[in-house]
């Protein structure tokens, strides 16, 4: 049971580079999320989607874009990167129908901006 | 403004020893409120998940109480190990989305080290 998986687990880039992080998860759910953590803050809503094809923005989605096209996989991308993008960058995904709408976190994507 | 405030920052306790973490909250309207565990590294695992009308659960030495009241929630960790070493991060649930799904406030977390 594979879960939910993010790819690369570490990405170093350059300022004005366009980079993808990759989310795939194998239980079929709903929902996914894409949230940002930084020192000093609690993790940070960037976008998220109910559906394949449905998405919406967060708390935090300038600079960022995502899509799904397929209910197992929710890439984002910074079309630009940003020194302020260097996060650490988590998905998420759940299943509404399941009474609290639990949320089960990937791994985490390290991103550096230089 | 939702927010989840969490004390404190840190702690370093020794093996064996209990302790207590303490969140404090205001989320409306509230749905639920979690107890998560991230080790270094990783992504946040859930322990605890309680309702408005919950006031205790557990999960091995991991006992989480709720206030709904005052809007404080203790997370309370007997005979710690040191695989305990980690951030705990209190997340309050609001209903969000005509209630298709929850919204999460993140608190910035402990960061609990626990010594030989």
């Known amino acids: 049971d594979a879960g939910i998986t993010q790819s690369p687990r570490y990405k170093i880039t350059e300022t004005g580079r366009q980079v993808t992080l990759m989310c795939h998860q194998t239980w079929s759910h709903s929902y996914m999320f894409w949230y940002r953590q930084d020192l000093g803050h609690g993790l940070r809503l960037i976008y998220y989607s109910a559906a394949a094809d449905i998405t919406d923005k967060g708390e935090v989605p300038d600079g960022y874009v995502v899509s799904r096209s397929k209910t197992e996989n929710f890439p984002l991308t910074l079309e630009s990167a940003t020194r302020s993008q260097t996060s650490v960058y988590f998905c998420?995904?759940?299943?509404?129908?399941?009474?609290?709408?639990?949320?089960?976190f990937g791994p985490g994507t390290r991103l550096t901006v230089t | 403004k939702n927010q989840v405030e969490q004390s404190p920052q840190s702690l370093i306790i020794l093996e064996g020893k209990n302790c207590t973490l303490q969140?404090?909250?205001?989320?409306?309207?509230?749905?639920?409120l979690r107890w998560y565990k991230q080790d270094t590294g990783r992504g946040p695992v859930s322990l605890t998940i309680?309702?408005?009308?919950?006031n205790t659960k557990s999960n091995g030495r991991y006992t989480a109480t709720l206030d709904a009241d005052t809007k404080q929630s203790s997370l309370h960790i007997t005979a710690s190990q040191l695989s305990d070493s980690a951030s705990y991060i209190c997340?309050?649930?609001?209903?969000f989305g005509g209630g298709a799904t929850n919204k999460l406030i993140f608190g910035t977390g402990t960061l609990l080290a626990v010594q030989p």
């Open positions: 969140c404090n909250y205001t989320v409306s309207p509230f749905s639920n």
């Open positions: 997340v309050v649930s609001a209903i």
């Open positions: 998420a995904s759940s299943e509404p129908g399941q009474g609290v709408h639990e949320q089960y």
């Open positions: 309680m309702t408005f009308s919950e």
